[in-house]
DNA sequence: TGTCCGATTGGT
DNA sequence: CCAATCGGACAG
C-alpha cells in the first residue's frame, strides 16, 4: 500500500493509494477510518459500505459520457481528493476521488460505523437516528458539505487513515447492485457497491 | 430563462 | 407511499 503518513492523530492514506482503478479502490476502503478534525471536534468511523462510479462508460456517474460541470468537476481532480455534491435541494453526498487526475472515478462513502466523536454527530443529526446509515447522514454526521468539494484528503483536516490497532477491524466484503440508480438503464446492474457483510450501519437492502 | 429531476431522507 | 426543496443540467 506504500508509505503512510503520520501526523494528526491518525495513519493517513497516501495519495498513491487512490491513484488506481475505481473498482481496485473501493472494496479496499472498507474497514478504513474516515476523520474529520474541526473546531466542534474530531469525528470518525470505519467505512462499511461504498459504491464505484466508474468515468464517461458508467451511465450512473456524473461524468457519464466524459462531460464536464461545474458540478462533476472535481471528479477529474487529483487521485484523494474530495468531491462533494448537493442533491435533492437538502442533501450532501461525499465522495473520494480516485484514479489518474482527469480520469474521473469517484467512491461514494455511503455508511461508516461510528467510533470517535458519537455526541458531535449526534449533535450534528438534531438527535435523529440512523447516525451514520446512509451517504447524506454521513455527511451531515461528520460536518461535511460544499466547503470540503476539491479538498485533499492527503492534506487537509478530512482524510482517510489506518485504523489503529484497537479499531481495526476484520471485514467480510460483499457485493451488490448500485442503491437509487435505477434510472441508469444497463449501469443499474452493475454488482459496484460494497459492504461489510452483517454491520449493522450498512443500508437495509434487499441484496444484502 | 424555463422545465425537469435527482448516487436521499423522514414522516404518514 | 410520498412530500420536501432547490441547484444543476439541458433545451430553447
Redesign the pocket.
Known amino acids: 500500500m506504500g508509505n503512510v503518513v503520520t501526523g494528526g492523530g491518525f495513519s493517513r492514506l497516501p495519495r498513491s493509494f487512490y491513484r488506481r482503478h475505481g473498482l481496485l479502490v473501493a472494496p479496499e476502503l472498507i474497514g478504513l477510518l474516515l476523520v474529520h478534525e474541526t473546531g466542534e471536534g474530531t469525528t470518525a468511523g470505519l467505512i462499511v459500505e461504498v ?1 464505484a ?1 466508474i468515468g464517461p462508460e458508467d451511465r ?4 457519464f ?1 466524459g ?1 464536464v ?5 472535481a ?1 477529474y481532480g487529483p487521485p484523494g481528493t474530495a ?1 462533494v ?7 450532501h ?1 461525499f ?1 473520494v476521488v480516485v484514479a489518474e487526475e482527469g480520469v474521473p472515478h ?3 462513502i ?1 455508511a461508516l460505523e461510528p467510533v470517535i466523536g458519537l455526541d458531535l454527530m449526534s449533535e450534528r ?2 438527535g ?3 447516525l451514520t ?8 454526521a461528520m460536518g461535511i458539505d ?1 466547503r470540503h468539494n476539491g479538498a485533499d484528503l492527503v492534506e487537509g483536516n478530512l482524510y482517510l487513515a489506518l485504523p489503529p490497532a484497537g479499531l481495526s477491524r476484520r471485514f467480510e466484503i460483499r457485493s451488490s447492485r ?4 435505477d ?2 438503464m444497463e449501469a443499474r446492474e452493475y454488482p459496484w457497491r460494497f459492504f461489510a457483510a452483517g454491520n449493522r450501519h450498512v ?1 437495509p437492502n434487499p441484496d444484502n
Open positions: 459504491e462510479y450512473a456517474c456524473h461524468a459520457g462531460k460541470t461545474r458540478r462533476n468537476r471528479m468531491y455534491y448537493f442533491t435533492y435541494g437538502m442533501h453526498c465522495n469517484a467512491v461514494l455511503r443529526r438534531g435523529r437516528l440512523p446509515t446512509g451517504p447524506a447522514r454521513v455527511c451531515q460544499l448500485r442503491i437509487g440508480v434510472y441508469a443500508t
